[in-house]
């Protein structure tokens, strides 16, 4: 059984992607100096293969692609695990391209002061992130984890960009390769965190939903491998599940994945807690916010009460105050 924390660790969501554009160096950093324990980036493929973090290889709505004339003609529609995307995407950009581009908010209509920042900030490298972590830790002292998420790696893989050697090359140059450093990859997929487990010692975390199944292996669905039998095939290439937060605490109280899991061995790690009345569940909502805010730290502190592990969110200071009592 995974060891018993007093309380779940913090895991930035893209960043403090909730006060700044996802993604950025600048939500990052203000993420570390915010206190999050691990910061989170997703990481998709350039044409040249290099590894930068994006939410999706389609970056239309968190880049201001769509103003560059020159790729007007990069716009495409793809087949990406299944669903029909329109857009642009990384893989039909070097990076020396994608670095004139600019990211932006993905969410202005809920999140309108993060637009302040729009165009300020390039899309970063994920040896850009590492590099803005060792900066840190050498100026506050303390480590700072890293949660790196392999997006649509099946996808990338057919494309000859496979994730997995350029992933563990730039962790191994900055340090990186047993369970005790502070590194959870992770991934919806299951091959590519099986073919990890062969090669590395780092920790692994399979990403499960309510519905659905793994990208790449269509026969299987999420809810098979959280029956007690899948939960413990898991535990024979990962060290947690990432569930969403409904799944561990639904609107009549606490279910047993929690309990289930770690009698597996398995952590728990749950996304994405977010302070808006339309990412919480009713019970936490409040419609007369005037900036359109629930009781977040009510939510905070019922999802921790269901004995996670950790958990993802995009307001990492405000989770932190939730969980940490008053003097």
């Known amino acids: 059984m995974p ?20 993604h950025t160096l600048a939500a990052y950093e ?19 293969g290099v590894l930068v973090a994006r939410h999706e290889n389609e970056i239309g709505g968190t880049t201001d692609v769509a103003d560059h004339p020159e790729f007007a003609d990069r716009k495409t529609t793809k087949t990406i695990d299944g669903q029909s995307v329109t857009g642009w995407f990384t893989e039909d950009f070097t990076l020396a391209e994608l670095r004139t581009l600019r990211a932006r ?34 100026e506050t002292g303390r480590r700072i984890g890293l949660y790196p998420e392999t997006k649509h790696p099946g996808y990338f893989a057919k494309l000859g960009l496979p994730h997995q050697a350029p992933l563990l090359e730039l962790l191994g140059k900055y340090g990186y390769q047993t369970e005790a450093d502070p590194v959870f990859i992770q991934s919806f997929e299951v091959g590519n965190l099986k073919a990890i487990r062969a090669v590395s010692r780092l920790r ?53 994945l929690v309990g289930r899991a770690h009698d597996a061995g398995l952590q728990v790690h749950v996304w994405t807690l977010r302070m808006e009345n339309s990412f919480l569940p009713a019970a936490f909502q409040r419609p007369d916010d005037p900036q359109g805010r629930g009781d977040f730290a009510g939510y905070v502190q019922a999802v921790a009460r269901t004995g996670v592990d950790a958990l993802f969110s995009d307001f990492p200071k405000q989770a932190r105050a939730a969980l940490t009592p008053a003097p």
């Open 3 to 22: 060891e018993a924390r007093a309380e779940p660790f913090i895991i930035a969501h893209r960043g403090a992607s909730g006060e700044r554009p996802e």
């Open 30 to 48: 203000r993420a570390i100096d915010e206190g999050a324990d691990y910061i989170e980036p997703d990481l998709v493929l350039t044409r040249d």
């Open 105 to 138: 908010e993905r969410l202005p209509q809920l999140r309108p002061a993060n637009s302040r920042f729009d165009t300020l900030y390039p899309i970063p490298t994920f040896e850009e992130i590492l590099k803005l972590v060792r900066a840190k830790e050498a």
């Open 204 to 256: 692994l975390i399979q990403l499960v939903d309510s519905q659905g199944g793994p990208a790449d292996e269509p026969g299987t669905s999420y809810a098979d491998m959280l029956t007690i039998e899948g939960l413990k095939q898991v535990a024979d290439y990962a060290d947690g599940i990432g569930p969403a937060a409904a799944m561990v605490l639904a609107p009549e109280g606490a279910t047993d």
